[in-house]
Structures are given as structure tokens and as C-alpha cells.
């Protein structure tokens, strides 16, 4: 009696428990049935019905956009009006060479029904897929009671759905038409977002078998997304943005992201920035590129002991006339939708030549071939003066041009942060960095003590100027080095045909500067002729796709394909973006990244080693440097393997420093 009891009890038990669940439509592949979230209805009162599908281990279906395969799931109320199916986020699942948006296991796909009669009658189709794909489809019945409405025993289903359905964005997404998202939000820093991804929720917008690199910094990031054909830059791109911390949890909201620009970034305070650009044109005293420009101010600082605060303004002058003018040309390429940033003009071998003849002439201006700013026989000493400060001027306009290839520390936060703020505060910041790099020879000329200590004028002097000369050739046969690389052989040649013009040129000017009338004339004609004929080999100079800098052995050529992949496998990598113009670049890879021990490390930590070549602004290179908040080359960024977080190095690299990076990794 004991036991009829109980399995009476077991039955009436299981009958209430599933009583808002209609018969399974069974097959191999997987078992779907319609569930309610309550146990009662009211007639013309909403109530949530949901196709539960659960499908055979390796077998998965498809959400509202399938991805590049597949169909999704059809739910049809033929009893009352219902809503949308309420997708809960989806999976991307690789399918060979295809990548498609999916679910595994069980999924609920709910819509809001309103009826007359809690008679429910539905029909709905899915289709599965493994290494095969199946269509299937079925027929339910599911009869709800008028009554009081309470949570049905399957009511768990859907609070778990609710779960897994993306929230309403808090975050403002930008996409640009390069197919770049940007994603701004204060809760988005780089100590805590480890992984993100976009799912567009039509097909045809994106490549989704296409990586989606990421780049974070404090207050957003970016994901570049590869444009398919359905692609429209004029419209808004929606879909679903998830983004995992570094608990491993899991956000994931509906976003849609509004044609334009990135939005603009959280800019550190105004002070902060012109202190960082203070500092940066300070250091870049010690830069190599400015070492050819030293030569001249030492010599300027020697003749003229006595007269060093009419230099020093009009050094200054030159030089922050040039950082405005850079300045405003940046502001120009930006608004004409060109990139460009710090040096950006040396990626231009027509650029790179003439300042190699400049450089050759301002050597042998040094070595006494000709004279510039020396007054004729029988001038005024107040003539000679103006032009010693005319010619302060020019060595400030020129320390400004050579020092360009060169980014010295804190210069990358003052650029980006200046280029990305309104146009005032970016002229702002420019001339605060001309400032900094005047600052030492001001401080220099307004402190008569030092002046005192320098030696008497003499002999010493023209035989320290000449030996001063040599720096100035040196930069000439870098720059022409650098012309070899954006130009190849042909380019070479005709910045080596324009220095012959040019040593012509200060050869006849030096000889008969110092004659009569005439021939003085007739040497000044011949140099001009001389100067033109160099300038129209000039124009017919043109970049040539060579290779630009020399890739190590056990480097790569970077492409954002290939850092996606590496980053995809759970590989560190180390990236550093590089320049033939940029001689901080090259004596970094010189001293810190091209050794033996090195090379060693990179091995023993299975790091890929990714370089790539800025000299002529590379599109694919300039987007990771603005991902990473840089205007300009070095950049160097190290991924640590499984997904870490991507830590930007310092510009000015040591061996040391490089190796404790790699070991701690």
C-alpha cells in the first residue's frame, strides 16, 4: 500500500513539474519542446513562451544573424501575436574556414505571446550542425490555465535567459570608415579589460572570419574590424560588443555604433601635458638627431660670448616658429583626412634629399668653403650683427627640422595628447615643446658667469668650426642612407648628383664672394644656376617599393593579421615599429633589441618578434600607433602570452630593460 502511495505521489509530482512543457520533438541531434514561464494566463495579459532546444554534444544552432553560414531558428505562435524572438548572446563558432554565430548545448529563444485561451499552438523550424547540417522542424501544443498567473516549474529557463540577454549599451562607439570601433566608457582601463569582440547583428557588414584586434587605454579602446561588401561608412554599425575582464567575466551589451570620428579621448590635465612636452623638447637636446645642430650653437655661443641674449631670442624665435608651423601643417593634413604625425615629413624622399643637401651645405658653410653672414670689406659692425642673429634664427628653424626623425621620452604623451586636443591647445603644446628644446642654450646665453668661463676668441675658433663640420657630414650620409630606403638606386643617385651641384654652387659662390662687382655677380648667377638644375632633379624624384629598414633574422614583418593570429594562439609577442629616418629607432635596435642575449630570451620564451616599417607611413602601422596613443615612431608593445594585457615599453630602450620584460613575462 506503502509503495502505491508513493509512486501515485511521484506522478502527480511529475505531472505539475512539466506541466508547461508540451511533447518533445526528439531526433538525434536534438530535443526541442515549448515551455511557458507560468502556470496560468489571463486573457489579453502578456506571458513569455519560449522553443527549448537542446542539442547533442557537437551540434549547435544559430542565432539571428548566422555569420557567414547557417540559418537561424524560426518560432510561430498560430494561436495569438507575439513578439521578436529575445536572442540571448551567441558564440562564435568556427566552421572550417568560416566563422558563424551560434549556440551550443540548450538555449531558450522566448517571445512575448498575448491570447484569448491558453491553447498554444506553434510551429518551429532550426536547423543543426556538426560536420553535417541538418534542418529539422516540429509541430507543439501546450495548454496554459485561466487562472491567477505564478512561475511555471520552467521559469528558472527563462530567469537564465535574461541572464545571457546583452544589455542596453552605457558606453558611446564610434565606427570610422576604416571599420575602426571605438569604444569609450570611465569603467573601460587597461587593469581590467582582457578581451573583447564585436558580433553585428546583420550579415554582410563585417569579415567575421576576420581578427579583431584590440588595443586598450584607460577610458576606451578600439577593435579594428575588417569591412565586408555590405559595409555603409554613412551608417550606424549595431550588434552585440562583449568584453572579459580579467576575473573572466563576461559583459555583453547591444550597441550601436554612429558613423565619424573616434570620440575624443580623456586628455590628461592641460599642465600635465605641457610639462610632459617641456620635458620632451629639453631631452630632445641629447637626441641624435640634434647632435649635427649643437655643433652650430656651440660655435654661435663662442663668437658671440658677449651678444648672447640677442641670440638666444632670435635661436629661440627660429625655433619655435618651426614648431608652430609643424604645428598647424599637422592640424592641415589632419582636416584634409590625411594621416601623419611626429616626422611625418621625412617619410617623403624628396623631403629626406633636400635635407641632406642642406645638411652637406651647411658643412661646408663650417669647413670655409663659402662664408654666410660675414659682412663684406669695409661693413659696419652693426650689420655683421644683425646677420650673426639672423643666422641664430636659422640654426633654430633647422634644430627643429633634424630633430624630427628623433622622439625623445615624454614627447609621445605631449604629441598624441596635443594632436588630440582642440587646434589651440595643440599649437600650445608644439611651442611648449620648442621651448623645452631652446631652453638650454637661453639658459646658457642669460647667465653671464657661464659666458665668462668660456676661452678668449681666437684661432681656435675657426679651427673648432671646421672640425664641426664633420658631425654635419655624418647626418648628410645618414639622411642619404635613408634616401636609399624610400627611393632605392635611382634616388640615391640623384641626391648624389644634387650634392655635386651643390658643392659646385659653394664652391663658386665661396671664390667670388670676395671679388669685384662682377665676378661677385657672375659667381652668385652660377651658383643660383647650379641650385636650380639640383632642385629639378629633385622634382623628379619618387618613392619606389623597397624595403626601408633592415628586418633582423628572427623578425617578422608585422601585419594585423599576423599579430591577430599570434595573439589568437595565446603566443606573446613583442611588436616594435620602426623607421629608417628614425636614428632613436635604429640606435635602439642597435644596443637593446638586435643582441645576442636578446635573441636568446626571445627564443627561450617562444616570443614572436613582430617589426614593422614606418618610413612611409605604412596605413595598417599608423592605426597601431594611434591605438596605442602614439603620433610617432619607436613604439614598442609587448603582448604576454594566453591574452594578457599589452604593456607599451619606453622609447628609449635598454637591453636591460627589455630583458626583465621578457623573463617576467
Known amino acids: 500500500m506503502k509503495r502505491l502511495l508513493l509512486a501515485i505521489l511521484m506522478a502527480v509530482t511529475a505531472t505539475g513539474a512539466y506541466a508547461m512543457e508540451s511533447t518533445p520533438v526528439s531526433s538525434k541531434r536534438a530535443v526541442a519542446t515549448l515551455v511557458t514561464d507560468t502556470d496560468a494566463m489571463q486573457p489579453n495579459t502578456p506571458f513569455r513562451v519560449g522553443l527549448r532546444l537542446r542539442m547533442a554534444d557537437g551540434w549547435h544552432t544559430y542565432w539571428k544573424n548566422p555569420g557567414d553560414a547557417g540559418v537561424p531558428p524560426d518560432l510561430t505562435i498560430e494561436s495569438g501575436n507575439q513578439s521578436a524572438i529575445d536572442w540571448p548572446t551567441p558564440r562564435r563558432v568556427a566552421e572550417g574556414p568560416v566563422m558563424t554565430y551560434a549556440y551550443t548545448g540548450e538555449v531558450l529563444l522566448p517571445v512575448t505571446v498575448t491570447m484569448q485561451t491558453g491553447k498554444i499552438k506553434a510551429h518551429a523550424q532550426w536547423l543543426v550542425c556538426k560536420d553535417i547540417c541538418v534542418p529539422e522542424e516540429g509541430d507543439f501544443i501546450l495548454n496554459v490555465p485561466v487562472g491567477t498567473p505564478a512561475p511555471s516549474p520552467q521559469a528558472d529557463l527563462f530567469a537564465a535567459h535574461d541572464r545571457a540577454v546583452p544589455r542596453a549599451s552605457p558606453w558611446t562607439a564610434r565606427i570610422s570608415a576604416d571599420g575602426t570601433l571605438f569604444v569609450q566608457g570611465p569603467e573601460l582601463l587597461t587593469s581590467t579589460i582582457t578581451d573583447a569582440w564585436f558580433i553585428p547583428d546583420q550579415g554582410d557588414r563585417i569579415q567575421d572570419d576576420a581578427a579583431q584586434p584590440l588595443s586598450v587605454r584607460n577610458g576606451g579602446f578600439t577593435l579594428a574590424l575588417k569591412p565586408a561588401h555590405g559595409f555603409d561608412a554613412s551608417n550606424s554599425l549595431g550588434g552585440v560588443l562583449s568584453v572579459r575582464d580579467r576575473a573572466g567575466l563576461q559583459t555583453d551589451v547591444v550597441v550601436e555604433a554612429q558613423p565619424g570620428p573616434p570620440p575624443s579621448p580623456a586628455l590628461p590635465p592641460l599642465g600635465q601635458i605641457l610639462v610632459f612636452a617641456f620635458l620632451g623638447g629639453l631631452i630632445l637636446n641629447l637626441m641624435p638627431c640634434v647632435f649635427p645642430i649643437l655643433a652650430m650653437k656651440a660655435v654661435a655661443l663662442a663668437r658671440h660670448a658677449g651678444k648672447g ?14 614648431f608652430i608651423a609643424l604645428a598647424g601643417l599637422l592640424l592641415a593634413t589632419r582636416a584634409a583626412g590625411t594621416a601623419a604625425g611626429w616626422g611625418f615629413q621625412f617619410s617623403s624622399p624628396v623631403f629626406v634629399a633636400g635635407m641632406t643637401w642642406l645638411l652637406f651645405a651647411v658643412g661646408l658653410n663650417l669647413s670655409g668653403v663659402f662664408e654666410v653672414g660675414a659682412g663684406v670689406t ?41 594632436l588630440a586636443a582642440p587646434p589651440a591647445i595643440t599649437v600650445l603644446v608644439f611651442a611648449t615643446m620648442g621651448l623645452g628644446l631652446a631652453a638650454p642654450y637661453v639658459a646658457l646665453a642669460a647667465m653671464p658667469g657661464l659666458a665668462r668661463l668660456m676661452p678668449r676668441p681666437g684661432r681656435w675658433m675657426d679651427v673648432l668650426k671646421q672640425t664641426l663640420a664633420f658631425p654635419m657630414y655624418g647626418a648628410a650620409a645618414w639622411l642619404m642612407w635613408v634616401v636609399s630606403q624610400e627611393a632605392g638606386p635611382s634616388g640615391v643617385l640623384a641626391t648624389a648628383a644634387g ?25 652668385q648667377a652660377a651658383a643660383a644656376v647650379a641650385v636650380m638644375a639640383a632642385l629639378t632633379v629633385l622634382s623628379g624624384m619618387s618613392a619606389v617599393p623597397v624595403g626601408a629598414t633592415e628586418t633582423a633574422q628572427s623578425a617578422e614583418a608585422y601585419t594585423p593579421e599576423r599579430l591577430a593570429a599570434l595573439r589568437a594562439a595565446g603566443r606573446p609577442v613583442f611588436v616594435n615599429m620602426t623607421a629608417a629616418w628614425c636614428v632613436t629607432c635604429l640606435l635602439n635596435e642597435r644596443v637593446a633589441i638586435d643582441t645576442d642575449q636578446v ?30 596613443g602614439r603620433d610617432g615612431v619607436p613604439l614598442y608593445v609587448f603582448f604576454p602570452a594566453h591574452g594578457g594585457q599589452p604593456e607599451v615599453m619606453s622609447q628609449i630602450l635598454t637591453e636591460g630593460s627589455l630583458l626583465r620584460r621578457l623573463t617576467t613575462s
Open 309 to 322: 641674449h640677442s641670440h638666444s631670442v632670435s635661436y629661440t624665435a627660429g625655433v619655435l616658429t618651426m
Open 378 to 418: 669695409g661693413a659696419g659692425s652693426e650689420l655683421a650683427g644683425r646677420k650673426g642673429v639672423a643666422g641664430s634664427f636659422f640654426t633654430g628653424l633647422l634644430a627643429v627640422l633634424v630633430a624630427t626623425p628623433c622622439t625623445a621620452p615624454f614627447m609621445g604623451v605631449a604629441v598624441a595628447a596635443g
Open 499 to 523: 650634392l655635386v651641384l651643390v658643392g659646385f654652387a659653394g664652391w663658386v659662390f665661396g671664390i667670388t664672394q670676395a671679388s669685384e662687382v662682377q665676378p661677385r655677380r657672375f659667381g
Open 599 to 628: 635573441r636568446q630570451a626571445f627564443a627561450a620564451g617562444d616570443v614572436t618578434y613582430l617589426k614593422g616599417d614606418w618610413t612611409r607611413q605604412d596605413p595598417a602601422i599608423t592605426a597601431f600607433l594611434r591605438q596605442n
